[in-house]
């Protein structure tokens, strides 16, 4: 027995040597050939591609692919590493709601840790921003890019809207009252326009100045303008599209503050909601809404008929859970046609955040046949 351990002990180095070469070439081939290769970036094909709405109608949306952690804009460790090491899921995405994009750059509002993720197409980076001092956030929840690549942030916990500079240097902290509590942001022309949920108003600021110049609506509880829970905004076309989270609709009026009309009510049918959440707009005034309750994204004309929706209850990929918000991007769809389905052409983009679950940020495309 101790002469066969003897033996064994003697072969063990010598093995090791002669293998070691052969174990670096090996990991240092799987590290350069995998560690770009983003986790979701598989060819899409007949068979994996998920499209709304379902066949045999005509697809509009397809589902692109989704974000949650910083392999998928960075790549991922080899197989063989991971086996060695453990599973590296990267730096992740939290509880993620607001979301904004500017020149490739993704920024998204996570309440979780009291900061952002920042993402760079072009790069390939994955950032936490996360400012201290004077800037600190603590609550974020949501965020808007200017065109002179200004973020403001609503802060809901510190009450503010929280202002950086295009290099991410704190510029200013402004807001209305003690009781101010800012949801939403919004840069339209000159004016900032943010939702405060606590005193059911829009709030109007200067641009130049922050200074508020005027609020609304200004009627009471039972008149059809008021807003119980302003959640959400979004300016286009001079018209500004309020989420009343509490009146379960999308409310519009003037970018001057007067009532035109609102689109749904409160129902478990198509065309109705029971959380709605973020809303955007696309060029042809289509209103995109996200409903936490439902879990999917509804999609209403400029006369307020349900065109299609998309989404459901988390099962898979394309599916939400909890989501907050929608954005629409017409800037950067060079980064995301690789997964276009043959056949489609994109047309713009659709990111959808999710506050909880598997899938952090949908991305999804409008697209039409070739």
């Known amino acids: 027995m101790r002469s066969s351990l003897f033996i064994i002990t003697k072969m063990v180095p010598i093995m090791f040597t002669k293998q070691i070469h052969f174990l670096v070439i090996l990991l240092a081939f799987g590290f350069i050939h995998n560690s770009c290769s983003p986790r979701y970036h598989k060819p899409i094909t007949s068979d994996n591609l998920i ?70 197409f072009k790069k390939g980076s994955f950032d936490y921003f996360q400012p201290i001092g004077i800037a600190h956030l603590k609550k974020p929840i949501n965020c808007f890019i200017d065109d002179d690549g200004f973020l403001y942030i609503a802060d809901a916990e510190r009450r503010q809207i929280v202002v950086f500079d295009p290099q991410q240097k704190y510029v200013d902290g402004f807001g209305y009252t003690d009781n101010f509590k800012p949801t939403d942001v919004f840069v339209y022309k000159n004016k900032i326009y943010v939702s405060d949920i606590k005193n059911h108003k829009i709030h109007v600021f200067s641009k130049q100045t922050r200074k508020l110049i005027f609020s609304f609506p200004q009627t009471d509880s039972q008149a059809a303008d008021y807003l119980k829970a302003p959640s959400n905004l979004y300016v286009a076309k001079n018209r500004i599209y309020v989420t009343d989270f509490w009146d379960f609709k999308v409310k519009v009026y003037t970018t001057e503050g007067t009532f035109i ?110």
């Open 51 to 120: 499209v709304y709405p379902a066949p045999p109608d005509t697809a509009r949306i397809q589902f692109l692919t989704r974000i949650s952690s910083s392999i998928d804009i960075t790549g991922e460790r080899s197989t063989f590493l991971e086996y060695l090491l453990g599973k590296d899921e990267g730096k992740p995405i939290i509880k993620p709601y607001g979301i904004a994009i500017r020149k490739g750059k993704l920024y998204i509002c996570d309440t979780m840790f009291g900061g952002l993720e920042i993402i760079d």
């Open 261 to 370: 009309e609102s689109i749904g009510n409160y129902g478990k049918q198509i065309g109705q909601f029971i959380r709605p959440k973020g809303i955007a707009v696309d060029h042809n005034l289509n209103l995109y809404v996200t409903d936490a309750g439902f879990e999917n994204v509804q999609v209403f004309d400029k006369n307020g008929k349900l065109l299609l929706f998309f989404g459901g209850d988390y099962k898979g990929p394309g599916d939400m859970w909890l989501p907050a918000k929608v954005l629409i991007d017409y800037e950067n769809l060079d980064y995301f046609k690789k997964y276009v389905y043959k056949d489609y052409k994109l047309l713009y983009l659709i990111f959808v955040t999710n506050q909880y679950g598997p899938d952090k940020i949908n991305v999804y495309g409008f697209i039409k046949h070739k």
